[in-house]
């Protein structure tokens, strides 16, 4: 079934209907997100528009995993860059069923995944704090260092409900441990390590932090 999946109703080859609407919608969410000047793309294109092709990529990515590597990078950079924050929330929500379908596809972009815990909108934050707390507190993905300590930061976010995720994500971490290892005690050297590093980023900086650094060659996909 699953070989019948992959060549027969997804690819851009197959003449069926549904295979109709990869490259289109590829080329439509591709057109929405910004320039590397910052103008134009989503100016050219009614927000609604730019959601559907979104979503459609992303459900189409859940059934075929040819279909899933092919347009990933796509879906990750819009996560990054797009100015719709109602489509970067849409591909946090996708990103959860893209694990559990494609999960060997996805694993390779959680670093980039765990930087939308930065994104200026509490809504996408939210998100992508629940997705990423589903996934790693149910072994989908692992719970790394450097992703463990974007969510520390979320501890003292400024938004209520999320520092509350935040530290429950932390409290059910913990439940996880055993009688001889803690994964919260395994990850505090490299979160640490982390967050003392971006604070040098910071100061060196002095004090601009990141803003602004993921608008740099907006128009070119992110690469693993």
Known sequence: ???????????????????????????VAAAGLPTASGVGGPTRLPPVLHRAAV?????????????CD??????????????????????AVALGDLAARQPNSVEPWTEHV????????????????ATLAHLALNDMI?????GVAEVALLVVD???GIKKRARAFFDE???KSTATSSPI????????????????????DGGDGDDGAADDGAAAPLSN
């Open 158 to 160: 400024e938004d209520g």
């Open 142 to 146: 692992k719970a790394k260092g450097g």
């Open 70 to 91: 092919d347009h990933l990078p796509l879906l990750v950079t819009t996560l990054a860059r797009a100015s719709d924050s109602r489509a970067r929330v849409n591909v």
């Open 1 to 27: 079934m699953q070989h019948l999946v992959e060549a027969e109703l997804v690819p851009a080859a197959a003449s069926n209907l549904v295979s109709c609407f990869g490259p289109v919608a590829a080329r």
């Open 114 to 129: 765990y930087g939308a815990l930065r994104d200026g909108d509490a809504t996408v934050r939210a998100t992508t704090l």
């Open 173 to 175: 971490l913990h439940r």
């Open 55 to 67: 979503l459609c990529l992303s459900k189409m990515a859940c059934v075929s995993r040819a279909f």
């Open 185 to 204: 005690y395994n990850l505090v050297p490299d979160v640490i390590s982390r967050l003392s590093a971006a604070r040098r980023a910071v100061v060196d």
